[in-house]
């Protein structure tokens, strides 16, 4: 009986869990132009490489300080809006992760290994993407909103230097 009652709370739990997809709304909160991303690589080896996506932006519409964060082929990067030669423009660089890693300590004695740091864990990416689409969040009062771009134009790579 006891295991019964206890099945069923659990089943109850986990149909009412958080959905790993958040919502997307069917409207943008500023209007854009054609989005583009382009893949960039540094003159040096330490200069790292990274993409670029780029997405023009009606001039009137400076309201666009709403927008927080893209998501695009697996990763996470803040927009920043500049005023180009070409416009206004939201750009999320998405950097290349270095291969270098921390050096750590290893001793017999544990109290020696205290500084060093625990690996970390990525999170689950939130969104199913296809190559040419991203999502965008942003803010709609307090609430963050996300809405998806689709036909990202890719353009050809860049060495920056």
């Known amino acids: 009986m006891k295991n019964s009652v206890f099945m ?3 089943m109850v739990l986990s149909f009412l869990g958080c959905s ?3 919502k997307l709304v069917s409207e943008a909160p500023v209007q854009l132009g054609a989005p583009t991303c382009q893949a960039w690589v540094g003159g040096m080896p330490e ?3 990274g993409m670029l996506l780029t997405i023009p932006l009606a001039d009137e519409n400076l309201d666009a300080q709403k927008l927080q964060q893209a998501y695009f082929r697996g990763k996470v990067a803040d927009i920043k809006i500049e005023n180009t030669a070409d416009g206004w423009m ?4 998405f950097l290349n992760g270095k291969l270098e890693k921390p050096d750590i300590t290893m001793d017999a004695d544990a109290a020696k290994e ?3 740091q625990p690996p970390s ?5 939130p969104f199913e993407l296809a190559e040419n689409e991203c999502v965008i ?10 809405f998806k771009l689709s036909d990202i134009k890719e353009l050809k790579k860049e060495i920056r230097r």
């Open 47 to 49: 200069s790292g490489s």
């Open 90 to 93: 939201a750009k999320a660089n």
């Open 121 to 125: 864990i990525p999170e689950k990416f």
């Open 20 to 22: 790993p997809q958040k």
């Open 137 to 146: 969040s942003f803010l709609d009062g307090e609430t963050i909103k996300y």
């Open 114 to 116: 205290v500084g060093n």
């Open 8 to 10: 069923s709370v659990i």
